[in-house]
Structures are given as C-alpha cells and as structure tokens.
C-alpha cells in the first residue's frame, strides 16, 4: 500500500508541477478571496483582525475544493481510471497517494494564505507551535475528505458541481475547530486550542481510515 | 494448448441495459480473434468484462484462469487493453507515463525506451508531453505499453484507428509477436480488411450476442489464416 501511495503521490505532484494550475490558478484565487474579504469588512484594523481566523479558514476551504478538484482530474476520464484500474495498484495506496500529495499542495497554500493574512488583516501570532500542527493536520483532513468524496462523485463531468456541495457540509467541524485554534494562536496562550486541534486530530484520523477502506469499494462502484 | 477465455452465455448489465446479452466465446492462448459488428453491438463492452473492468451479471466467466467477477483484480494484472482513449497523463512524456505505469503494475521500467522505439516514439516525440501529441501517435504510446507489459491478453478496440499505414502494418507485427509468445488476443475492428488477416477466429457481435463465429485452424507460426 505504501509503495503504492509513494508512486501516486509522485506522479500527481510531477503533473502539478508540469501543468502549474495550483501556483496560477489556485492561489491567485485564494489571494482574490482575502482581498475581497478585507475590501469587504473595510479598512479598520480591529475588524479586521478579529475576522482574520474565520476568513483565512474560508478561504482556505473555498481554495482548497478548486485544488481537489484539479486532483481528481488527474484520473477524471474513464479511460484513465480504467487504465489505472489495470495497472493493479492498491486501491488504498492510491487513496493515500493522493490525499498526501493533495496534502503538499495545500500546505503550500496554507503558507501563501498565512501570510496574505499576516500583511492585510495585521494579524499577530502568539503560539506558532498551535497555528502550525492545526494547519498541518487540517491540510491532511481536507484532503481526505476531498479525495473519498471525489471518488463518491464520479466523472469529471459531474464531478465539477457536486463535490462543493457534497465536501463543504462535510468539512463544517474543521472550519469551526481551525478557525479556534487560530484565534487562540493569536492570543498570549493556548487556551482551549489544544481541544480544537484534538477535534482536527480525530476528524482527518478518521477520515483517512474510512478513505482506506472505502476507496477501493467506491471505485470499482 | 491452454484456454485463455472461456464465456458462457455471459450477460452484463449497465445501469439496467444490457450491453452483453449472452455471450458465448472461447479462445485459446497464442491465437487472435477479431470480433466484427456495427456501432452498438457490443464489442467494447466484450473486452471490458473480458478485462475485468465490467461487471459479469449472469453466466460464467473464465479468464486465463481467473474466475470473474471474484478475480477481477488479479486478472487485470494480467490483461493489457488499448481504447480509443489510451489512458496515460496529458501532462507527462511518454517514457515517464510508460515508467509510472510499469512500476505500478510491478514490471521492469527500464522496458520503457526500448518499447517506445520499437513503436517509432524517438526522439524528440519521446520528451514531448502527451497531451502535444496527435491522437495517431498517442496510441503508438499506448501500443508501447503493451509492448512492455507483456501482457498475456491484449485487447484491442478498434487498433487501426487514427494510425498512418505504416503504424497500422506495425498494428499487425506486434498482434503476431504476442501470439507467437503465447498471449491471446482480442481485437475489435470496423475494419475488417485490415483486422481478419491478422485472425485465427472472427466473431461477429449484434445486439450484445456474438450471432457468427468463424473458426481458423492454422497455428500463427504458420502466418496468415484460413479465415478470410
């Protein structure tokens, strides 16, 4: 299964960085949505601050469906899924192969976001350690998440529409639990965000395990 | 000689039409059947079940051993198959689509080159990515990864298709070498001035049912066969 998931997720960041979609069309629109966000709630710094873990997380839900979205495409022909279908690999190792590779991608765009934050809603971090672990376990989550339920939506052509609608509800406890552990990022101490990172912890855990043994089954569906 | 497919009356159904409606159809291993019918008849849907990429809803099915629907996993391992639409990544060359695929299905990559020379893929087509390449020369890619899988069924839909006469002629060595070392082979063809010589069997399809089968008898060693 590792193999397997070591070969996917080369191959889908060699096509990423081939086709570059995610440096010119994903982050681009990231940053349009923080921009618009801040145009928006105006130029007062208080305002501004204060909404910054909430916006930053729908930003980042919002860019990260386009970024699974491109993902997927890779296998969106059926030509393409049957092909890998007979090339024999693990259906779980190409779950995970492509959940760590999304993964990269999104952590790449968590960074752009972190700082376009930083520069537009003056924010100030306080707990690195707590920002940095939620953003990374999140990254894994969406990533799962987006990854089961691409398969669940089937060819590209519906695929378009239905994954929004089928992830955005489903990814509610990461927006809620990420944007807490922002907020207590930013403060003198932790808080309470070592509980919402326990909350990110479990989701992608169990969204991973449920990807593994799903995947397989939903694909030959 | 061993039996590579063996159907009776195999039925499949897609959505709730049935795209095969009973066929019956054996092949032995080292020989080639060519498998006619009008658009519709079901020939796409044949090699699809017969890689194990369909689903068997009644009948029985033994392909090279494996029983389907129960093996379909190790059997497609086993199976080589070249659509209309070849199924490798736009974004990648050719030898890099040709080495992902090989390494996923547990074969020697450095087959790669080799095979994609032999398809007439050199040069400067062999690092251009696949997407710039013209639907001719992207199934030359495709027919490489046969070469290098080695595949003991080939299952061809429409292999003349989009190809120049001198890939087609190529089209026809190739089906023989893999006869000649012991694959057996399926091809579909609205062609059929081009497809039966290359036959030991020509089946013709209608209506999801194979309604005609010719039976050649000559070993392929022997070259063409009496089925024309």
Known sequence: MWRDAMLVAERDLRIEMR???????????????????AFALGPGPALLKESAPGLFWLALLFSSVLAAQRSLAIEGSDATRESTRLMGLDPAGIFLGKTLALTGELIALEIVLMAGVILLFHVVVGTWWLLVASLLVAALGLSAVSVLYGSLAG?????????????????????????????SAMANGPGLGGRWLSVLCVFAAVYLVLGIVLYGPMEES | MASAIQLRSAVSVAGRFPVLAGVDLDLDAGRVCVVLGS????????????????????????????????DARPLRRQVGLLG?????????????????????????????????????ITGRLASTPLGSLSAGQRRRVGLA???????????????????????????????????????????????????????????????????????????????VPDVA
């Not at chain 2, 079901?42 to 129960?70: D, M, Q, R, V």
């Not at chain 2, 209309?84 to 090989?102: C, I, K, S, T």
């Not at chain 2, 023989?176 to 057996?184: K, L, P, R, S, Y």
């Open chain 2, 145 to 223: 990864l046969l070469v290098a899988r080695r595949p003991r069924l080939w299952l061809l839909d429409e292999p003349h298709a989009s190809l120049d006469a001198e890939t087609r002629s190529l089209v026809g060595e190739l089906v023989e070498e893999a006869a000649a070392g012991g694959a057996a082979v399926v091809a579909t063809s609205h062609e059929p001035e081009l497809a039966v010589p290359m036959a030991d069997h020509v089946a013709t399809m209608a209506g999801g049912v194979v309604v005609d089968l010719v039976t050649g008898g000559r070993p392929r060693i022997d070259g």
């Open chain 2, 84 to 120: 209309h639409d070849v199924g490798l990544y736009d974004e990648l060359q050719p030898e890099e689509n040709l080495r992902f695929a090989l390494r996923a299905a547990r074969v020697d990559p450095a087959r790669a080159p080799g095979a994609l020379e032999r398809t007439g």
């Open chain 1, 19 to 37: 086709s570059k979609v995610a440096l010119w069309q994903v982050v681009p629109f990231a940053i349009l949505v923080l921009l618009l966000f």
């Open chain 1, 155 to 183: 060819g590209a052509r519906m695929r378009a529409t239905l994954l929004p609608v089928l992830v955005l509800p489903i990814l509610a406890p990461v927006l809620i639990a990420g944007a807490r552990c922002f907020a």
């Open chain 2, 39 to 70: 658009n519709g008849a079901g020939k796409t849907s044949l090699l699809k079940l017969l890689a194990g990429l369909a689903p068997l809803s009644e009948g029985s099915a033994s392909i090279l051993g494996y029983a389907l629907p129960s």
